[in-house]
């Protein structure tokens, strides 16, 4: 088989697409935030916490539901678990208050916690190993896709015909990609089952754990201030409807391009190194983000780096997790998804802390004093999967 996008097999092109649309539903929030709380008659911080609340769930959720679906036919988890995600969504669109709203949400997002992880599992089963790097990377790409695509939409669409008719898109999308899914899939993809022993060699691996840390904290410095995007260019820049989702596109379309580029490159460079060059990307923009407040094209030219590694490092670091353990790879593509919906909901609850006590403008140095955490610690990790490799040469 050659080791070219186009002869990657059918069925990775129906979970990349699903990415997409789990990518799109979390992060419809972000996108429509300004106009769920005027909309909805409840504060940024409150409408934020509908981003902590969904990210504690998947965080939580991603592990246990590894275990409980370990038996299932990946063709029909996959397919149900986005049908789950288009009437819970739909039912979120129809929702009458928030406090009816939060609940819903919380429900909707046990199919991320779910599809992600399993669809990741599901490459090793369904590619040679050589190309297995490259194809959970580009599964992710669908990821990267909802920055460029979804979050833009859904912010014109909630800027212009209200947030609920963007979640009723994100609905539709779920049910076609369901379908798609249930097309392409084949049959008998069932990962093995996560057993007693391989928790206990995930969680007694110190590479494995420092590397799922980085995670967290990567998700943690940029969603404390990615969370407030939308109030944040609306305070500094007067930016809404239109002109906010052509930042997003902007931002978007150079995480798609970041994303590619670690497809292409990760098996050169190795994952461990790919790591840190996208951390170093976030952190270059965050260094350079008062820059930003001087006008839309500076703070457009300030995004570039941080959108070049923020879906790249997601998928560094996914491949980084199964290339130092094929073997573990389910539990620690769960446990990497959980560090970051975990993160994602500490830097949401912490930006909205802060911007409740009048403190938006600051959100930018939190974040960059936890990703120069988060390149420290990934190098830690190399250093400790090099001992590890050392000692079992030895």
């Not at 990518?23 to 005027?38: E, R, Y």
């Not at 979804?150 to 669409?157: E, Q, T, V, Y």
């Not at 590694?309 to 670091?317: H, K, P, T």
């Given at each position: 088989m050659s080791t070219s ?5 059918r069925?990775l ?6 990415n ?8 419809v929030?972000?996108g429509?935030l300004n106009?769920?709380s ?6 940024i911080?409150q409408?934020g ?8 769930l998947?965080g ?10 370990a ?7 996959l397919?149900?678990?986005?049908l789950?995600?288009g009437l819970?969504t739909?039912?979120?669109?129809l929702a009458p208050?928030?406090a009816s709203l939060?609940?819903l949400?919380?429900?909707a997002v046990?199919s991320?916690a779910?599809?992600t ?5 599901c490459?090793g089963l369904l590619?040679?190993p050589d190309?297995?790097g490259r194809a959970?990377t ?5 990821w990267?896709?909802a920055?460029?695509m ?6 014109w669409?909630?800027?212009t ?6 979640f009723g898109l994100?609905?539709?999308m ?7 899914v249930?097309?392409?899939?084949p049959d008998?993809?069932?990962p093995?089952?996560l057993?007693r022993q391989a928790?206990?060699?995930t ?7 420092l590397?799922?840390g980085?995670t967290?904290?990567?998700?943690f410095?940029?969603f404390?201030l990615f969370?407030y995007?939308a109030?944040?260019?609306f305070?500094t820049l007067g930016?809404g409807?239109?002109a ?9 379309a150079?995480?798609?391009a970041?994303n590619?580029?670690m497809?292409?490159?990760i098996?050169r460079?190795?994952s461990a190194r790919a790591v840190?060059?996208?951390?170093g990307?976030?952190v270059?923009?965050l260094?350079?983000?008062p820059l930003?407040?001087?006008g ?6 300030v995004?570039v780096?941080w959108?070049?590694g923020?879906f790249?490092v997601?998928s560094a670091?996914?491949?980084?997790l ?5 073997a573990l ?24 802390l802060?911007i409740a006590q ?8 939190v ?5 120069v955490?988060?390149?420290a ?6 250093r400790?999967?090099s001992g ?6 030895s």
């Amino acid at each position: 088989m050659s080791t070219s996008t186009s002869a990657l097999p059918r069925a990775l092109w129906a979970l990349m697409v699903g990415n997409f649309v789990i990518g799109t539903g979390v992060m419809v929030v972000p996108g429509t935030l300004n106009d769920i709380s005027q909309s909805l008659g409840v504060s940024i911080p409150q409408a934020g916490q509908l981003i902590t609340a969904a990210a504690i769930l998947m965080g939580l959720g991603a592990p246990a539901f590894a275990s409980l679906v370990a038996g299932w036919d990946r063709r029909r988890l996959l397919t149900i678990s986005l049908l789950w995600y288009g009437l819970l969504t739909a039912a979120c669109a129809l929702a009458p208050s928030y406090a009816s709203l939060l609940p819903l949400r919380v429900l909707a997002v046990i199919s991320p916690a779910v599809f992600t992880p399993q669809a990741a599992a599901c490459v090793g089963l369904l590619v040679r190993p050589d190309q297995r790097g490259r194809a959970i990377t580009f599964v992710f790409l669908g990821w990267s896709v909802a920055s460029v695509m979804g979050m833009p939409l859904s912010a014109w669409i909630g800027g212009t015909l209200g947030w609920r008719w963007a979640f009723g898109l994100v609905a539709l999308m779920s049910l076609a990609s369901a379908a798609w899914v249930w097309r392409e899939m084949p049959d008998g993809i069932k990962p093995a089952a996560l057993s007693r022993q391989a928790w206990q060699a995930t969680l007694g691996s110190a590479p494995l754990m420092l590397a799922v840390g980085v995670t967290l904290l990567s998700a943690f410095g940029q969603f404390t201030l990615f969370s407030y995007f939308a109030p944040y260019f609306f305070q500094t820049l007067g930016l809404g409807g239109g002109a906010l989702s052509l930042m997003f596109l902007w931002f978007g379309a150079f995480g798609l391009a970041g994303n590619v580029g670690m497809s292409r490159w990760i098996d050169r460079i190795g994952s461990a190194r790919a790591v840190l060059i996208s951390l170093g990307l976030i952190v270059l923009s965050l260094l350079l983000w008062p820059l930003g407040q001087g006008g839309v094209w500076q703070q457009a030219l300030v995004l570039v780096p941080w959108a070049l590694g923020c879906f790249a490092v997601n998928s560094a670091q996914q491949a980084r997790l199964v290339h130092i353990s094929p073997a573990l790879a389910p539990a620690t593509v769960a446990l990497n998804t959980s560090a970051m919906y975990g993160g994602q909901a500490m830097g949401a609850a912490l930006g909205g802390l802060m911007i409740a006590q009048g403190r938006m403008l600051s959100l930018n140095q939190v974040g960059l004093a936890v990703l120069v955490l988060a390149m420290a610690l990934s190098v830690w990790a190399a250093r400790a999967q090099s001992g590890s490799l050392s000692q079992k040469r030895s």
